[in-house]
């Protein structure tokens, strides 16, 4: 039995942040994780594996098309075999890395399934069946969030998967049917469309994206279209058949009216993630998770004493960057010093081509709140970066305060969108005025310009468009 001043519970994204920054911080730390390597979802079967197909299927796609008007011609073939050894090859250092941070932090890596057993206890059961109790200080749940199922359509991960089945199909779908238009679903969708997948996407509501900017989802929702995804919003999945032919997928409009069903070979179920909680004891300190399944938190303090929880099993977006700062403020409060995450601050990337970025207000949140504010917008066709490379798809658009220019949320559209909104975020982490960035001299030719020209536009001087 060991006395730790902290153990946590989840070796993802959340838990590990959490971990190393305790042995920085020099508490005792140990991190329990069930599955067989470091990392959570988002390194595992997440974030990094599926930015590994992207990746891979945009060069494919490149290769295929725009590299002609460069003047390379290629025909480029798919070996999708050699593109998933990759992606598990480039995922397995990725764990391994953690591995060794925290040895380089003397973090003890629990191996088994925890189980909170009262205040200050963590049950462990190892593979074998092996019971091990550890003694705790404080306890940090991050034990993360896993995919919502669907009524009426179960998941095998042979035809009808998850993100993870999706992440490792064995073949190139004919057709695949995608059933929810958010993160996951554009993301995994664009990799097999690029890949040569006939894509349709199934949504609930009649938007894309919701959450997006509603002017950018617009302009996202047609450059998919323009690659050759097919949208059915405004409609909803009521059944999944797997027969011998592919999965026959029935489809109704929401607003009532006939049901059409669509043959696919695959299908893909994205219609949001839900905390994971099961098996952790919560009974046992007397927390009870929310009716969505999510852990109640006071600065990631639970209604428990000593008993934490940070990363997608509480409230607020879940995305890895999220976790890591949650991780770092938990830990910091914890060891006696200030944490703070400002929400409003986390940004978000869907890394589809083109990328769609952001951070701030929405223009919708803001007429909601009746927030005054000033918009400046610059589209690519007008930088010359984005000329020279033929990139010349989207825009950046700076929204800020009316009366003080303080810069209120930014969105982008375009190639490389998820490296440009970095700069938002450290300019509104500063409270920035949109004329800041206005007046701050960007390297030319870049594409930041155009995020600079947005702000300029604020102004009312946009040199260029
Ligand atoms: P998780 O990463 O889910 O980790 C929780 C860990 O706890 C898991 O490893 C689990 O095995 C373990 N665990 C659970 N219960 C127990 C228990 N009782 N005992 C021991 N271990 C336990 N986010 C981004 O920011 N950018 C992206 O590009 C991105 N892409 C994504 C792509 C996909 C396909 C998916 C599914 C998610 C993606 N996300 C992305 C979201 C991101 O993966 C999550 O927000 C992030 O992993 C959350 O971190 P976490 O530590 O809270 O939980
Ligand atoms: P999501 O919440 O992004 O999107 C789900 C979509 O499904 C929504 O548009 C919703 O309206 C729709 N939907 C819900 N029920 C439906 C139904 N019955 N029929 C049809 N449509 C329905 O969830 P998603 O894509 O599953 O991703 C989960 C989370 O994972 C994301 O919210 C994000 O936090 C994280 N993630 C982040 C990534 C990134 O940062 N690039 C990449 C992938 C995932």
């Known amino acids: 039995m060991a006395g730790y001043d902290v153990v946590i519970i989840g070796g993802g994204p959340g838990g590990y942040n959490a971990a190393i920054r305790a042995g920085q911080l020099g508490l005792k730390a140990a991190c329990v994780e069930k599955r067989g390597t470091l990392g959570g979802t988002c390194l595992n079967v997440g974030c990094m594996p599926s930015k590994a197909l992207l990746h891979a299927s945009e060069l494919f796609a490149a290769a295929g098309t725009e590299f002609k008007t460069l003047g390379i011609e290629v025909q480029p073939k798919l070996n999708l075999?050699?593109?998933?050894?990759?992606?598990?090859?480039?995922?397995?250092?990725?764990?391994?890395?953690?591995?060794?941070?925290?040895?380089?932090?003397?973090?003890?890596?629990?191996?088994?399934?925890?189980?909170?057993?009262?205040?200050?206890?963590?049950?462990?059961?190892?593979?074998?069946?092996?019971?091990?109790?550890?003694?705790?200080?404080?306890?940090?749940?991050?034990?993360?969030?896993?995919?919502?199922?669907?009524?009426?359509?179960?998941?095998?991960?042979?035809?009808?998967?998850?993100?993870?089945?999706?992440?490792?199909?064995?073949?190139?779908?004919?057709?695949?049917?995608?059933?929810?238009?958010?993160?996951?679903?554009?993301?995994?969708?664009?990799?097999?469309?690029r890949l040569g997948s006939e894509v349709t996407v199934v949504e609930f509501l009649d938007r894309i994206t919701p959450g997006m900017d509603g002017e950018t989802g617009k302009a996202f929702q047609r450059a998919l279209t323009k690659q050759g995804?097919?949208?059915?919003?405004?409609?909803?999945?009521?059944g999944a058949k797997v027969g011998k032919a592919g999965v026959a997928v029935t489809v109704e409009p929401v607003a009532g009216g006939e049901a059409e069903t669509i043959e696919a070979d695959y299908v893909l179920v994205a219609i949001g993630r839900r905390p994971y909680t099961e098996g952790l004891g919560l009974e046992s300190?007397?927390?009870?998770?929310?009716?969505?399944?999510?852990?109640?938190?006071?600065?990631?303090?639970?209604?428990?004493?000593?008993?934490?929880?940070?990363?997608?099993?509480?409230?607020?977006?879940?995305?890895?960057?999220?976790?890591?700062?949650?991780?770092?403020?938990?830990?910091?409060?914890?060891?006696?010093?200030?944490?703070?995450?400002?929400?409003?601050?986390?940004?978000?990337?869907?890394?589809?081509?083109?990328?769609?970025?952001?951070?701030?207000?929405?223009?919708?949140?803001?007429?909601?709140?009746?927030?005054?504010y000033k918009a400046g917008k610059f589209p690519f066709t007008a930088n010359s970066r984005a000329k020279i490379n033929h990139e010349t798809e989207g825009f950046a658009k700076v929204l800020a305060d009316a009366a003080t220019d303080e810069i209120l949320g930014v969105h982008i559209i375009g190639p490389q969108a998820a490296e440009m909104i970095g700069e938002y975020c450290v300019a509104m982490a500063f409270r920035a005025a949109s004329e800041d960035i206005a007046r701050t001299c960007h390297p030319h030719p870049t594409r930041s310009e155009a995020g600079r020209q947005a702000a300029m536009g604020v102004e009312g001087w946009t040199m260029q468009a």
């Open 81 to 193: 075999p050699q593109m998933m050894k990759q992606k598990d090859e480039s995922v397995a250092a990725l764990t391994k890395g953690i591995e060794f941070l925290f040895k380089k932090n003397k973090v003890d890596w629990i191996r088994g399934a925890g189980r909170i057993a009262g205040q200050g206890k963590v049950e462990v059961t190892g593979d074998d069946g092996q019971v091990t109790t550890l003694e705790a200080a404080n306890i940090v749940i991050a034990t993360g969030s896993e995919p919502t199922p669907l009524p009426g359509v179960t998941i095998d991960q042979k035809r009808i998967v998850d993100s993870t089945g999706a992440l490792a199909l064995p073949e190139v779908p004919k057709r695949l049917l995608v059933i929810g238009a958010g993160i996951i679903g554009l993301e995994l969708g664009s990799v097999w469309r």
């Open 229 to 238: 995804m097919t949208f059915k919003l405004s409609s909803k999945v009521t």
């Open 285 to 372: 300190v007397g927390v009870s998770p929310d009716a969505r399944g999510f852990i109640e938190t006071d600065h990631f303090r639970t209604s428990a004493q000593g008993i934490w929880a940070i990363g997608d099993v509480i409230h607020g977006p879940m995305l890895a960057h999220k976790a890591e700062e949650d991780a770092v403020a938990c830990i910091e409060t914890i060891a006696g010093k200030v944490g703070h995450v400002d929400y409003n601050l986390v940004p978000s990337v869907v890394y589809t081509a083109p990328e769609v970025a952001w951070v701030g207000q929405t223009e919708e949140q803001l007429k909601a709140a009746g927030r005054a």
